[in-house]
């Protein structure tokens, strides 16, 4: 594979850009995906704004469609899901089993939310319901570690979250890069070749706003309140964006193609709502 180049656009390759499978393992509900549309397109559209050439398939895990040439492709990316990983379902069960081959095999994977927990579980790890209960809203957590593929480098992240389950002990091998009070395990990686991240890089306020409003009941009106105003601050999605196809783009030796940084706004990704282009 040719070494691929700054355009001043995104990333380019002589031969091919990034080739990622989207692992979906949900969709909002359908007055949610009105907004915003599937889980797919908002990783599209996050993927597509920092870097246009990245080539994205999407595979339907609820429904069987599962990736037949994993050589095909540079890496995983997961979406979130109201279940569990811990849940008795043949999907789940089979996603845990899949996890463990890309470990084996040394593949890559950024995990988001459902994938950062699944990488825990299927290691040996321990994910269960947080003592706290439900963490919504945006939350900033530390860097614990620094790898080399999170460039530009920050101290802090800001992500939104909506999730009962995390992480509570890492799998053998595991590390910690990034956490907070309530979420101290909210980026892990094991190895060079598996991340995840509890918050999600893929959501913006138009959407969680509602989705917040839709579970008041189950939240409660304070909760509901509180994460609704923690939204009026910007967050990190397109840096975080950044280190996911830094990370996919990093060699087995640790050195990094380079990656399109031309332009980064460290305050807030401007990425309009509304559907992805199929």
């Known amino acids: 594979m040719q070494p691929i180049v700054q355009d001043g656009a995104g990333v380019t390759d002589a031969a091919r850009s990034l080739r990622l499978g989207l692992l979906r393992?949900?969709?909002?509900?359908?007055?949610?995906r009105s907004i915003c549309g599937t889980y797919a397109d908002m990783f599209a559209r996050l993927i597509r704004h920092?870097?246009?050439s990245v080539q994205l398939d999407t595979f339907s895990l609820p429904d069987g469609q599962w990736p037949?040439?994993?050589?095909?492709?540079?890496?995983?990316?997961?979406?979130?899901?109201?279940?569990s990983v811990y849940d008795d379902v043949p999907w789940i069960r089979d996603f845990a089993d899949f996890v463990r081959r890309l470990h084996a095999e040394r593949r890559k994977m950024f995990g988001v939310c459902f994938g950062h927990q699944m990488i825990a579980h299927a290691l040996g790890g321990v994910v269960a319901r947080?003592?706290?209960?439900?963490?919504?809203g945006a939350h900033v957590w530390s860097i614990r570690e620094q790898r080399r593929w999170m460039d530009p480098p920050a101290a802090q992240i800001r992500l939104m979250h909506s999730h009962q389950d995390q992480v509570l002990t890492l799998p053998p091998g595991g590390a910690v890069l990034a956490g907070s009070d309530r979420c101290p395990m909210a980026m892990l990686a094991v190895g060079e070749h598996l991340v995840?991240?509890?918050?999600?890089?893929?959501?913006?306020?138009?959407?969680?706003?509602?989705?917040?409003?839709s579970r008041i009941e189950?939240?409660?009106?304070?909760a509901v309140a509180q994460a609704q105003a923690s939204l009026e601050a910007p967050c990190s999605q397109e840096l975080v964006a950044r280190w996911m196809l830094r990370f996919f783009a990093t060699r087995p030796n640790g050195?990094?193609?380079?990656?399109?940084?031309a332009g980064y706004r460290s305050d807030v990704v401007g990425i309009q709502a509304g559907r992805a282009a199929s």
């Open 196 to 213: 995840g991240i509890q918050g999600h890089p893929e959501f913006q306020p138009e959407f969680v706003g509602p989705l917040y409003e």
């Open 25 to 32: 393992c949900d969709d909002p509900v359908p007055e949610l």
């Open 50 to 52: 920092v870097d246009p």
């Open 130 to 136: 947080a003592a706290h209960g439900w963490t919504v």
């Open 255 to 261: 050195d990094t193609r380079p990656h399109a940084t």
């Open 68 to 83: 037949g040439d994993l050589d095909a492709y540079d890496g995983w990316m997961t979406t979130g899901t109201r279940a």
């Open 218 to 222: 189950l939240l409660g009106a304070e």
